[in-house]
């Protein structure tokens, strides 16, 4: 069973930068597309951002298509959400998610998700 583990949550003020990590302790994710997901109070879970499992595929969501971006690092152990020029509404429990597709796809759908982590909390405000 992969684990996934989000980290780098916290509070930031409009127009800051955050970045989340996402791991699974024991396991590479180079097998998976990943996505990324939010859920504010009252609101449905909602997929942002996912990259695919060899790099070549990212895809955002209109709310946040040019502040955020979605990376992995080289030994492709973890992934990454960068998100820039925030807003209040980014506030958000964030996961992260595991599509078992190997190759250049991805798709942030919730259906579509074999593993989620816990989430991590985002706070935007001053």
């Known amino acids: 069973q992969v684990q996934l583990v989000e980290s780098g949550g916290g509070l930031a003020q409009p127009g800051g930068s955050l970045r989340l990590s996402c791991s699974a302790p024991?396991?590479?994710?180079?097998?998976?597309?990943m996505s990324w997901f939010r859920q504010a109070p009252g609101k449905e879970r909602e997929g942002i951002a996912c990259i695919s499992s060899n790099n070549e595929y990212t895809y955002y969501s209109d709310s946040v298509k040019g502040r955020f971006t979605a990376s992995r690092d080289s030994a492709k152990l973890t992934v990454f959400l960068q998100m820039n020029n925030l807003k209040p509404e980014d506030t958000a429990v964030y996961y992260c998610?595991?599509?078992?597709?190997?190759?250049?796809?991805?798709?942030?759908?919730?259906?579509?998700?074999?593993?989620w982590g816990k989430g991590a909390l985002v706070t935007v405000s001053s």
């Open positions: 024991g396991y590479t994710l180079g097998y998976y597309g």
């Open positions: 998610a595991a599509q078992m597709l190997h190759g250049s796809g991805c798709a942030a759908e919730v259906d579509k998700m074999a593993y």
